[in-house]
């Protein structure tokens, strides 16, 4: 029986778990990006978490997410994973209150910190709040090394990564998806899947789907590599920040990157600033570089994940929360895929909740 020939489109941290997946379970993978490693991922500020501001069923779906990353890295010991904890006041208290009794309802490894387990947390901050909360179980991938590693193993089970390349549109015959168009010529498979972020609109588009994406811009610091100056993640007002594998403070106004402005370069300057002020001792901590990255965000935040009705051959995995998501959203889609099974987990995250999504009438 000859096995399903699929076309992933994008080598960030979404398409690299899927292809592995497909791979996997016996798929004949190929995967096409401009960029291996993707682009919103190289600018990710990588938090893994199941954090404030969604509902219980996100939530869920989240700490299941988190739950995957535990087994993927049992799985594939080189995963630059680290589960170090966060300290987090960037909510007003009544917020910060409500969001430590929610989630500690709901079985987070959540609890109060005062101003004396802070310094403890974090002793080379250069002020420690009041009133703060602490998540043991939250942590940190450095993304483009991730991707890496999936990409390795994906190859170890037949995919091939194609980068360079540039996909223009969806080919289309009889109704259904029959491949795709590159810079390069076309190229034909059973299915195709868009998992190539802020770029999923406008391939979508080429047969008439429509996919409600924004791709706000969000604009991270990234120190020289430093002495050991932060255990875990620090999510204050102003500044969300965490230290690299290699020693690099990265940082943003919050953990999805901050606006570049008219002037990202002074934006950068302005915001490592902040980040030098949050520290004791910070007179050698020098900025090196910053990254902007446009997050792939649908409409109303939540993924978007499924075949879209109507559009046979088509596979859509676009989302924001994209590195904590990614081995359970690799896991979800290639089950799907490969089974033809419907994984209730991702009902909530179909393209057809949206009123403008979906297919155009022909």
Known sequence: ????????????????????????????????????GGVATTASFAWINASWGNPEPYFRLRRSAMAEWRQLASQLPDMPLRWCGSLCWDLAPDELHAYLTEHGRWGYD?????????????????????????????????????????????RAHGATLIDNVTVTALREEGGRITGVRTSSGEMTADMVVLAAGAAVTKLAASVGVTVPLETPPGLIVHSK???????????????????????????????????????????????????????????????????IGYRPTPADGFPVIGRPEGCDGLYIAVMHSGVTLAPLVGTMVGGEIMTQAVDERLAPYRLERFEVAGRAAS
Do not use: C, W, Y
Not at 121 to 141: I, K, R, S, Y
């Open 225 to 291: 590599p430093t002495r050991q100056r932060l255990n875990g993640l620090v999510i204050a007002p102003e500044v969300h920040m965490r230290q690299t594998a290699a020693g690099r403070i990265i940082a943003g106004s919050d953990f999805a990157g901050s606006e570049p402005g008219v002037d990202p370069g002074q934006t950068a300057e302005a915001l490592f600033a902040k980040v030098k002020a949050m520290f004791r001792d910070a007179d050698d901590l020098a900025l090196e570089f910053h990254t």
């Open 1 to 36: 029986m000859r096995s399903m020939k699929i076309i992933v489109v994008g080598a960030g941290i979404i398409g690299a778990s899927i292809a592995r997946s497909l791979a996997k379970a016996g798929a004949e993978v190929t995967v096409l990006a401009e960029h291996a």
């Open 110 to 154: 959540i609890r109060h910190v005062g101003r004396a387990e802070a310094s403890n947390l974090e002793p080379n901050l250069a002020e420690h709040p009041d009133f703060a909360v602490a998540v043991a179980e939250e942590g940190a991938v450095e993304p483009v090394d991730a991707a890496r590693i999936l990409f390795a193993d994906a």
